[in-house]
């Protein structure tokens, strides 16, 4: 089935814009859903309220130019009547983005902040950041209601290739760098750099957190896929399965999942708590052998995105086409046109995909399946629950099997 189009964000052009360097290596939506955020290729980094943006699109087609109706950016204190009404902004981060995302202050289910009783910034329970990592190392922290710098952090020492904020409010910020370094950052504490995570023996490509935040997920070249425990801040365990270079990873929004994409013309699901693989998305035909483990780079996989239902996943490859998949079925369920793709995520309420391409964005309706019983169940008991607790559960095997995501 072909997915339907909801609207599409298009970069202005220039006479003088070179379409070098407008490659759009990252897509954001904020976590309760009021803001959405893309880098525009070059430096900029656009910033627009979600709900005005779907409005635009109901009210004018699928169309919209990125500037249109674009604020430039006001430099005071964010203040109650700027939160209630979200402002469009534009932000000029000073050199190349390659990755962004957004991090909130909700209440802290557990606070790893460290207790000092002076801080530059008091960050409030309604407080939006967004993290934007750069081309010379550099990551810088804004103010979302206003387009306000607040930090520029400095450690790595060279690109920032992806961001992830810890999901329980705790403004812990974990950067994964082209350095061979992924490296902890505690945004309460002025930015503090808390710990330097070393394993990777070359490019980290990604990064991403379980729902509980105490599982990060590294992934990079030389097929690394690296689980690291973030009490302690030790690897886990390292996964095998991958036959090229991993790009990148997500978690399913019950944590027992892991879904990654690689060169290697592969999507891997696994159980990242036993470290098998229980599901493979093939996006060449037939599959390539470990000896040709890049497979035609026409078809390697750039991207990957779990929707909020547990039940599908988005895949962007080099092929020109965006695929939606179910975890139990082996073929796309949807697909859509997309050239020059590089990103792709899912909106917080996952009823919309937003792929970047060349500095502009595109939307398509997610597909509408009711969960089954079984999957309802599987995604209750497993946000709290490892695969290990539920395999010594004191039921019977045949209920074991039904909680259980079977290969």
């Known amino acids: 089935a072909r997915s339907r189009t909801v609207g599409e964000l298009l970069a202005p052009t220039s006479p003088f814009d070179k379409k070098c360097g407008r490659e759009n290596w990252t897509v954001a939506f904020a976590p309760d ?68 995302a957004f991090g909130s202050s909700v209440p802290e289910k557990q606070s790893r902040c460290v207790n000092i009783e002076w801080h530059r910034f008091k960050f409030g329970q309604d407080q939006l950041l967004l993290a934007t990592g750069l081309n010379n190392g550099r990551i ?21 290739r992806d961001l992830t904020f810890a999901p329980d409010g705790s403004l812990i910020l974990v950067s994964a760098s082209r350095d061979k ?22 490019w980290v490509y990604g990064c991403a957190f379980s729902p509980d935040s105490s599982i990060l997920c590294s992934v990079g070249a030389s097929k690394a896929v690296f689980l690291w425990d973030m009490d302690k801040y030790s690897m886990i365990r390292k996964l095998e399965g991958h036959h090229n270079d991993v790009v990148a990873c997500e978690f399913s929004p019950d944590g027992a999942l892991l879904a990654t994409a690689s060169y290697d013309t592969r999507v891997y699901v696994w159980d990242p708590h036993i470290g098998v693989i229980l599901m493979e998305f093939g996006h060449l035909f037939p599959p390539p052998t470990p000896i040709f483990a890049g497979g035609a780079n026409d078809r390697w996989v750039r991207s990957v ?44 309420d996952g009823s919309v995909l937003a792929a970047g391409q060349d500095g502009s964005v595109y939307f398509w309706a997610t597909p509408k399946q009711v969960s089954s019983l079984q999957h309802l169940c599987r995604m209750a008991i497993r946000r709290v629950m490892p695969t290990s607790l539920v395999k010594n559960l004191p039921i019977p095997s045949k209920m074991v099997e039904f909680l259980c995501y079977q290969i």
């Open 305 to 348: 995105s779990f929707s909020h239902d547990g039940l599908h996943i988005a895949s962007l490859a080099d092929d020109k086409m965006v695929r939606f998949w179910r975890i139990d079925e082996d073929y796309p369920v949807q697909v859509a046109p997309l050239n020059n793709g590089l990103c792709c995520t899912f909106s917080t």
């Open 181 to 202: 370094t992924l490296r902890v950052w505690d945004l309460k504490d002025d930015g503090n750099m808390m710990k330097v995570l070393r394993g990777h023996q070359n």
């Open 33 to 100: 859903g009021s803001y959405f955020a893309w880098s525009q290729g070059h430096r900029i980094v656009k910033l627009v309220p979600w709900a005005q943006c779907l409005n635009n699109f109901l009210l004018h087609g699928t169309k919209n130019v990125a500037n249109s109706i674009s604020l430039r950016l006001s430099r005071q204190n964010s203040d109650s009547s700027q939160k209630n009404k979200p402002c469009e902004h534009i932000i000029d981060c000073g050199d190349i983005v390659w990755s962004l």
């Open 140 to 160: 810088k922290i804004w103010d979302v209601y206003t387009g306000k710098l607040l930090l520029n952090l400095m450690d790595h020492t060279e690109v920032v």
